[in-house]
């Protein structure tokens, strides 16, 4: 009973470095998502998934990029990794039901990245 | 622009006393999605709940009851007999229907709440 997978759990990077997060679900969802935590901010949209093939920005997309090769992927690159960019990242993941929209995201466990 | 608003952002009780999260939300289309979760100290995200805009109707799960009132644009959540279990971070969080079925969530920033025994 997986549902979504993040690897890794913890990393820490230098400044520079560059990365890539894995979020993996095994519901056959449609959509996916990436988040970032910071205290006090509650979670904001990075980027997201509307199907295989497809992505779009969020509410704070720069320093990221993102691909969805396979429908059950979802990876987060960062480049070129900057002290800003740590934080616990969530990957989510929504399943598409027919004329009822909008359903509740299941998130995985969170990724703490530390960039030094 | 949507935008969820939970003004507190610590609540301390004694276990057995009730206590509301209160959230408060903006957004221009008449038809919406409002969402709970709840955060451990463990880290992972739970979902409680999911409400749309046309269901006024309040909901009860066992000690969590939530009010939700269009005219003041809040979605409160309460937890009856608190218990030590429930201390959490609590999230409220908004989705338009405008933004089409993928449902992209906008987070309030949270509301720590302690239980103590």
């Known amino acids: 009973n997986a549902g979504v997978t993040q690897t890794p759990k913890f990393r820490v990077l230098k400044t520079g470095q560059s990365m890539t997060l894995l979020c993996a679900q095994d519901m056959n969802h449609e959509y996916m998502y990436w988040y970032r935590q910071d205290p006090g901010m509650g979670l904001r949209l990075i980027h997201y998934?509307?199907?295989?093939?497809?992505?779009a920005k969020g509410e704070v997309p720069d320093g990221y990029n993102v691909s969805r090769l396979k429908k059950q992927n979802f990876l987060l690159g960062l480049e070129s990794a900057a002290p800003s960019q740590t934080s616990v990242y969530f990957c989510?993941?929504?399943?598409?039901?027919?004329?009822?929209?909008?359903?509740?995201?299941?998130f995985g466990d969170g990724t703490r990245l530390s960039i030094l | 622009a949507q935008k969820v608003t939970q003004a507190q952002t610590e609540i301390s009780v004694v276990e057995k006393e009730d206590v509301t999260l209160d959230c408060v939300y903006e957004t221009r289309d008449t038809t919406y999605y409002l969402f709970w979760y709840k955060q451990p100290p463990s880290g992972e995200l739970v979902f409680l709940i999911r409400?749309?805009?046309?269901?006024?109707q309040n909901e009860i799960s066992g000690r969590y009851s939530w009010n939700f009132q269009k005219s003041t644009s809040s979605f409160n959540f309460t937890i009856t007999a608190s218990q030590v279990v429930d201390s959490a971070v609590y999230f409220c969080a908004l989705s338009e229907r405008g933004t089409g079925a993928n449902s992209k969530l906008t987070f309030g920033k949270g509301i720590t709440l302690s239980v103590r025994p």
């Open positions: 989510a993941s929504s399943a598409l039901v027919p004329r009822i929209s909008n359903q509740p995201q299941h």
């Open positions: 409400r749309n805009s046309f269901d006024e």
């Open positions: 998934s509307v199907g295989e093939g497809t992505t």
